[in-house]
């Protein structure tokens, strides 16, 4: 089992940049696909990004490809999002997740508790 804990969101104006840290307990961290998942008021989650448990591949949702970067430590049991010149309409939570097989946004065996990104205009 994996615990997982979000840090790093707030409020940031569009264009600018955050980071999201989201630090795993256990010594098993290496052995997780790891992801980020958003949730907008009033919308369904919404995948935004996984690497692979060696952090050799990365997926993106396209509105976000260039823009967001994907990492993970697994020396630290941390991942991370960088996120350059957001927009208003990405304003949500944003959750990590985590699973033994891939991470989704609708099945993820693991999920964080989130943490709130307001992106101002």
């Known amino acids: 089992q994996v615990q997982l804990v979000e840090s790093g969101g707030g409020l940031v104006q569009a264009g600018g940049s955050l980071r999201l840290s989201c630090a795993a307990s256990?010594?098993?961290?290496?052995?997780?696909?790891m992801g980020w998942i958003r949730q907008a008021p009033g919308k369904e989650r919404e995948f935004v990004a996984r690497?692979?448990?060696?952090?050799?591949?990365?997926y993106y949702v396209d509105s976000v490809k260039g823009r967001f970067t994907i990492s993970r430590d697994n020396a630290k049991n941390t991942m991370y999002l960088q996120m350059n010149s957001p927009n208003p309409e990405e304003t949500a939570v944003y959750y990590c997740a985590a699973d033994k097989v891939v991470v989704t946004a609708k099945r993820s065996a693991y999920w964080g508790q989130g943490t709130q990104v307001t992106v101002s205009s």
């Open positions: 690497i692979s448990r060696s952090g050799g591949n990365t």
């Open positions: 256990g010594r098993t961290f290496s052995t997780y696909d």
